[in-house]
Structure formats: C-alpha cells, structure tokens
C-alpha cells in the first residue's frame, strides 16, 4: 500500500496540519489546562521535520523511531512522552519494513493506544487524547473486517477520531491539567484529543490527495 | 551520597527547593531538572536524563518530580538510561517537603532504603 516516501510524506502533511492548527489548540488548552498544547506540539512537530528533512532513514520502524525521539525530546508537556511513546509503538510494529498496508494501520493505532494507556496509566472515559484514538481503532478494524479499501480504513479512523474529539466535550477530565477543574471541564473539548483527530486526518488526507 | 534530582515543570521551583535545603545541608549531590530546554514551562526529557547521570553513583538516586508530564518524562529517561537504572528510583512525595527530607537525610549519609523510610509517610498517590 504505502512506501517510505509516501509515509514521509503523511508526516509532512502531519506536521503541517499541527502548525496551522497551532492556535486552535492552545486555545481548547487555555480553556482547561496551561494553554500550551499548540505550543507544544507545534515545537515537536518542528523536529519532526527536521527529522524528515534530514532523511537516512534505513526503513519506515526506523523513520517512526527518529520522530519518536523527536518528540519525546522537544515536545515539553505530557503529550511530549505520549505521542513520543506512540511513535515508538508504531516503530516497534513495522521494524525493518518498507512499505505499510492498511492492517499495519490499524495495529499501529491498537499499539499506540496501548502504549498510551501505559506511560498515562489512563483508559477511554477519562477526557484524553485516547478518546479519539481507541474509537478510531475500532473504526480502521471494523472496516477492515468489512473488507474496505485502505482509503476506507484510513477515512474511517479519520471519521471516529474527530467524532471522538468533540465527544470528549461532555466527559470530565480525569487525567492531566483538566482534571484539576473536574466538573468545570464539562462543555470543553479536550486538546489532546483535538490534535490526535488532526494527526489521523492528515494521514487520510494526503492518501486521498494522492490518488 | 545519595544523589536527589528535583523535576519541576517550573526551574524557580526547583531552584528554590535546592536553597531552601542548602541553609541545612551543603555537601549533597543535588541535580535540578526545572522547566524546559527553550526556557518554558515544562519538562525536559534530556535534562532530566543529565541530571540523573550527574548525581548517579552506586548509592543510588532518588528521583522527585511535581506532576504530569515530569512523572512520564522521568520514567522514559529510565527506559532509556545508560547507567543502571534499577539504582535509580522515583518517588511518590509531597514534593517540597520530602526533596528537603532527602537532602538533609543524603547529607547524614543514609542510604536510599533508609531515607525512602524516612519518607515513607509524605506519599500522595502521584504514580497511580
Ligand atoms: N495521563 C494522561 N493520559 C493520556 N493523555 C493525557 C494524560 N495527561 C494528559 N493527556 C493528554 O495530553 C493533553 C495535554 O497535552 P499538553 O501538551 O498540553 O501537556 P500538559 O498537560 O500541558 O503537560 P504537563 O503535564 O507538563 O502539564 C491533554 O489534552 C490530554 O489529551
Ligand atoms: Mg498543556
């Protein structure tokens, strides 16, 4: 399905759909955290390209491994280790390959999920990024039990996590700086999840800009 | 010694917790990972692997943080430590008062398992 060029390529698109979002981030974390989730992910998303411009990469669990690293290293807040942990996962599920196909995709959001779950000891329900996430998951699985073409699948999860974002609006926050206000959370998406739905839009979009 | 990082998303925090200890106990490796490398509020993955590696010795370290994203980075700059990080040990406190408690503890020459009694009582519940 996918070749390193063209992976390179969704995280570009990635990296670019974060920094014109950088605001609108900020802004959904200015209203129930520290205000600086676009901040933060606009500086690691940065990295990430200079990753991908600096290139060499041996294969794609390679390619996730250095973007990882990058954010990890430059990110600043919790979505820094969280989406940095992510990243790894993925790495760890394509090791040495060079082309990805759809059930890749959707192992890649199980792990990454996983992973998550991990480094936050946190689950589904409580207002986080895994609220887009884990139904995206089960949206790329179910279309590919379905038998969808992979730019189903990869539409699917991009469907399920923006619908899961604006569904963290009711929840309250039971992890990060959100859960410091509880109930006073209610009514406010969560940042987190914004730019996890903004990460699975980009990657369906430039397969669909590619067709 | 034991050696003590402080993990803060805020470096005057830190830096504070280090003066406020240092008006009882001087001699104490005391490693401060404040704030993040672009001089905002956050955490550091790489600082916070330097100052472990500063302080590091066989005694062992006790790592202290303040919250969120300070917990994750200091448990992924374990995983990826070169040192071995089963010396290395972060610790569920009330972050002022249980720093200050190991410094001075450090300073008397206890060891880690005797200083982690000694805070045993301070514990928050922060690493769920
Ligand atoms: N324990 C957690 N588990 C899963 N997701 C989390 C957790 N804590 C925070 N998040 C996600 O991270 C987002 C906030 O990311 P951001 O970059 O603003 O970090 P932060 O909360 O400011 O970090 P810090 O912990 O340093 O204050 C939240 O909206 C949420 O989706
Ligand atoms: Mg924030």
Redesign the pocket.
């Given at each position: 399905m996918a070749e390193l060029n063209q992976i390179i390529g969704a995280l570009r698109l990635m990296a670019e759909t974060i920094e014109k979002n950088k605001e609108h981030l900020t802004e959904?974390?200015g209203a129930?955290?520290?205000?600086?989730?676009g901040i933060?992910?606009s500086r690691g998303f940065a990295f990430v390209k200079e990753t991908l411009d600096k290139g060499g990469f041996q294969n794609a669990g390679d390619l996730f491994k250095k973007c990882g690293m990058a954010l990890v290293a430059h990110?600043?807040?919790?979505?820094?280790p969280?989406y940095g942990t992510a990243f790894l996962r993925a790495a760890m599920v394509l090791k040495d390959r060079e082309d990805v196909h759809a059930a890749d995709y959707v192992q890649i959001l199980k792990d990454a999920a996983e992973g998550?779950?991990m480094?936050?000891?946190?689950d589904r329900g409580?207002?986080?990024?895994?609220?887009a996430l884990i139904p995206a998951y089960e949206a790329a699985a179910d279309a590919v039990q379905q038998g969808k073409s992979a730019q189903e699948i990869l539409n699917a999860a991009k469907v399920a996590a923006a619908e899961g974002a604006v569904g963290t609006e009711k929840l309250v926050?039971q992890?990060?700086?959100?859960?410091y206000l509880g109930e006073r959370s209610i009514g406010h998406q969560?940042?987190?999840?914004?730019?996890?739905a903004l990460v699975l839009a980009a990657v369906a979009d430039y397969f669909a800009a590619e067709k | 010694m034991v050696g003590i990082v402080l993990i803060s998303?805020s470096k005057k925090i830190v830096e504070g917790i280090q003066e406020l200890a240092a008006q009882m106990s001087q001699d104490v490796p005391v490693a401060l990972a404040g704030g993040t490398d672009d001089g905002r509020?956050?955490?550091d993955i790489n600082k916070i692997t330097e100052a472990i590696r500063s302080v590091y010795s066989d005694d062992g370290v006790l790592v202290f943080f303040d919250?969120?994203?300070?917990y994750?980075n200091a448990q992924m700059a374990l995983d990826f430590l070169d040192e071995d990080s089963s010396k290395v040990e972060i610790i569920d406190s009330a972050f002022v008062e249980g720093a200050i408690t190991a410094i001075v503890d450090s300073g008397l020459n206890k060891s880690m398992d005797e200083i982690k009694a000694d805070i045993a009582s301070m514990k928050l519940g922060k690493m769920p």
């Open positions: 959904l974390d129930i955290g520290d205000g600086d989730h933060n992910m990110v600043g807040g919790a979505s820094g969280l998550i779950k480094r936050g000891k946190s409580e207002k986080t990024m895994l609220d926050a992890k990060g700086r959100a859960s969560d940042p987190g999840a914004a730019s996890a | 998303h509020l956050g955490t919250m969120g994203s300070a994750m």
